[in-house]
């Protein structure tokens, strides 16, 4: 599988935003293949990317007037992406925080602000919308979907159109393209094993089932602990894709297809490190790159409630996907699409989350208890016996926290496209509508051993008081949720394409949409001493959820617009520039706990977030070389966030600007050798922003967790020996100073990691691989403590450090 250099600017056919759709169907030049690196430098012509882009019609890459970035297979396959999230790394412009695990992904795009998950990012399946909103409390797309040997290519669009298309995401929309059959019966399995004794096995196949149409089936079964181990599986699911495509003797084409995901993993958070300013270095005890809080003791644990968490569980997704693209020529130039689909399951959360900093348990004792209280007994939960450092033990609470969503979603999107000469008219009408149940329970405190694979502890004061349980509680129930929600987006779009000269083409689209939320939500109504014990202190101030539950109902509607030229100075050098208009608008969490009035008058955290995006950006395509640079500006307005502090959602409010350039290229000197890069420069600073409920005015402040500079390059040897294939490549990537709040008090350092791998393919026919990440097992941070406003001193502190060294080895076969 693996034959070519990284093709961050693969040559395979790309789709884009609410057109998006198979090569086969496009009415354009063919692509040259993604995995046959001799070809392309052979023949250049055929080396540009086909966009079905924004009105519908194909074309060049070299013609596209918007920032795109593609990755095939061979490419997904080489970049050995540790989660879905992951993989986004190799876009320009794109901060991805993949450090917790598989799931529950912190991405950034192009100094959007943004506190984390992934509010600006939607991924797609086939063209659709995979759940549209972007992000949820505790649940963003790429949970939703895993990369496996069943995707063809992957591809990225950063501002440009998409704030006209689909969902209308002004950010990054990213479309997992899946394979589809041909004419011939082919099939591909491949197994893989890492270092830490994880298994995976992948495979798939497809060919024609008659009359124009073929099948695709495939997907994968993963197993293991992680490479942070909590002492038990805490990895294990699969995925499931199948589809049946037929064509209209190329008139157009139908694919229906379906998706199960069934999958999770622990749900990777804050530890105890040591951080003197810009030095940072391991705790006494862990290390920091492969060891988890998470342990046996705590897999389980049973809250004041009685509400059983089982934190092997971790954070995942059950969920099944179904959907169909149709698109067919009605007339000469005049062509219907259509895409639909439906999701639904369930996306939970469950994880061992971190209060603060450890501590000795005399001062634990003082914490508890209130100044003057010591400690009487210090042991193991649930009969372990006593801890023998007795007050001097170092110690720290957690909390439990269970989160469980019923989701699912209709998506549909109509259009018809009119085609005449050199201009492309495209009409559309967009539909989605979504649905979550939610039941949160967030607190619940542990008191803990400071150390991996934490144990319970059981802490009784000298005056007889118990300060954590028998089974190691330290606290009631904090957060709470109840609340059913049902968002609905109307959009109509129109775009018009017009090619001026051979050399010169413009475009112009405006899209209107109206979104709606409805729902109810039951939060905290007070507390209540759970067993009535006074002494017992751990459950005296339990929160319970209020009798009667809050009603929303709210709605806007806005305008968004581009409009974009682009110039072919040659036909290997051309000239782009766009302006556009996006919004991205309060989904359930952002207007949970307001008054009717500030959700009527669109006040507070229910605004409506705007940005203004300036780019332009220079494109060159030869044998040897290919480069792609942007230039950027951002102007947002009225992002508004909201995350838990000391159990208490607490919002942040306001806007930002952000300049920055984005340069993406690969250069192959000889046939065999190659050098992809990427890189980006970001400028992005809070205006008017402030942060812990107004309290704190971040103007001026670097948006957080953006660095200013992050790049990769990825040096590569392909060579084709009397049928062996074997290929050598590393890559460098470099992520810059950040903080990790936006008051700019938490710094994260700047790192480097190293990544390599080598693979020999035999006759075409069997793929052996061995890829390594962080092969330095350099120990850089990409989180520090969210929920704590402001800095956490020097010393020991709570932040998330990226993964360790580890390997993977890998034998595929085909057919």
């Given at each position: ?124 399946v086939a063209g659709v919308p995979i759940f549209p909103p972007a992000t949820l409390s505790f649940l963003e797309n790429s949970q939703l979907i895993r ?669």
């Amino acid at each position: 599988m693996i034959r070519t250099a990284l093709y961050l600017l693969s040559a395979a056919p790309l789709a884009l935003s609410a057109q998006i759709a198979h090569a086969q169907s496009a009415p354009a030049a063919p692509a040259a293949p993604a995995d046959s690196a001799a070809q392309v430098a052979d023949e250049p012509e055929q080396q540009d990317i086909v966009v079905v882009g924004t009105a519908g019609a194909g074309t060049r890459r070299q013609d596209a007037a918007f920032a795109v970035t593609t990755l095939s297979n061979a490419a997904i396959t080489r970049a050995a992406p540790t989660s879905t999230a992951d993989l986004l790394r190799t876009v320009p412009g794109v901060m991805t925080e993949s450090s917790g695990g598989q799931n529950g992904a912190n991405i950034f795009v192009r100094g959007y602000p943004a506190g984390g998950d992934a509010q600006f990012v939607t991924f797609q399946v086939a063209g659709v919308p995979i759940f549209p909103p972007a992000t949820l409390s505790f649940l963003e797309n790429s949970q939703l979907i895993r990369l496996d040997e069943t995707v063809e290519r992957v591809e990225a669009v950063r501002g440009g159109t998409g704030s006209l298309f689909s969902a209308g995401q002004p950010g990054l929309t990213v479309n997992v393209v899946p394979r589809i059959g041909g004419d011939t019966l082919k099939g591909f399995a491949k197994f893989s094993i890492t270092d830490y004794g994880d298994k995976r096995g992948d495979a798939w196949v497809s060919g024609p089932l008659g009359g124009n149409t073929s099948f695709m089936v495939g997907g994968y079964y993963a197993q293991g602990h992680g490479i942070r181990n909590p002492g038990f599986d805490a990895e294990k699911g699969g995925q499931i894709t199948a589809n049946i495509h037929h064509d209209f003797d190329g008139r157009g084409s139908v694919e229906i297809y379906g998706r199960y995901l069934n999958d999770h993993g622990q749900w990777l958070l804050t530890i105890p490190v040591m951080q003197n300013g810009s030095e940072i270095g391991q705790y006494p005890g862990f290390t920091g790159n492969s060891n988890s809080l998470i342990g046996p003791d705590t897999k389980v644990v049973t809250n004041v409630a009685g509400r059983r968490i089982d934190l092997s569980q971790g954070r995942g997704a059950k969920v099944f996907n179904t959907g169909i693209n149709f698109e067919y020529e009605l007339a000469d130039g005049l062509r219907v699409r259509e895409r639909t689909a439906y999701l639904g399951g369930n996306a939970d959360t469950n994880g061992l989350v971190p209060v603060a900093a450890p501590t000795t348990a005399a001062a634990m004792a003082a914490t508890l208890g209130g100044a003057g209280s010591t400690v009487g007994s210090l042991t193991y939960a649930n009969g372990g016996g006593a801890v023998s450092t007795g007050a001097s033990t170092p110690v720290m609470q957690a909390g439990v926290w269970n989160v469980r969503k019923k989701i699912s979603s209709f998506v549909t999107d109509s259009a018809l496209e009119w085609k005449s000469g050199g201009n492309t008219l495209t009409g559309g009408f967009y539909f989605a509508n979504y649905t979550t149940r939610d039941n949160w329970a967030l607190g619940n405190n542990v008191l803990l051993t400071a150390t991996p694979n934490a144990r319970l502890l059981s802490l009784t004061l000298a005056d007889g008081r118990v300060a954590s349980s028998a089974t190691g509680l330290s606290g009631g129930q904090g957060f709470l949720v109840d609340g059913s929600y049902t968002g609905n987006d109307y959009a109509f779009y129109a775009v018009d394409e017009f090619q001026i000269t051979p050399e010169l083409r413009i475009d112009g689209g405006i899209r209107w949409q109206r979104h709606t939320v409805n729902g109810q939500v039951r939060t905290p109504g007070g507390t209540v001493n759970v067993d009535g014990n006074a002494n017992t202190l751990y459950d005296n101030a339990s929160n319970v959820l209020a009798v009667a539950p809050q009603l929303i109902d709210y709605s806007d509607a806005q305008w968004s617009w581009t409009a974009g030229a682009n110039y072919d100075l040659s036909r290997n050098l051309g000239v782009f520039a766009r302006y556009s208009r996006g919004h991205s608008f309060p989904q359930f969490d952002n207007l949970r706990g307001l008054s009717a009035a500030q959700i009527a008058n669109h006040t507070a955290t229910a605004v409506t977030a705007k940005v203004d995006t300036y780019e332009g950006g220079i494109k060159f395509s030869s044998q040897m070389l290919n480069l792609y640079l942007t230039v950027f500006h951002n102007k947002f307005d009225g992002l508004a966030t909201t995350g838990i502090v000391n159990n208490v959602p607490t919002s942040a409010i306001g806007g930002a600007k952000a300049t920055g350039v984005e340069l993406e290229g690969i250069v192959r000197p000889v046939q065999w050798f190659s050098v992809s890069a990427s890189g980006t420069y970001l400028d992005g600073t809070y205006q008017n922003f402030f942060s812990n409920n107004g309290l704190n005015d971040d103007t001026g402040n670097m948006v957080q967790r953006q660095p200013r500079w992050a790049w990769r390059v990825t040096p590569a040897i392909d060579v084709n020996v009397a049928g062996l294939k074997p290929s050598l490549y590393a890559t460098v990537q470099y992520t810059g100073d950040r903080f990790s709040d936006p008051d700019n008090k938490q710094l994260l350092p700047h790192y480097y990691q190293l990544d390599a791998g080598v693979s020999v393919e035999v006759m075409n026919r069997v793929t052996l691989q061995v890829s390594a990440n962080n092969l330095t097992n350099e120990f850089g941070l990409t989180e520090g403590n969210p929920r704590v406003i402001g800095s956490q001193g020097s010393g020991v502190v709570l932040a998330r450090p990226i993964l360790g060294r580890s390997f993977r080895f890998s034998a595929a076969v085909k057919f």
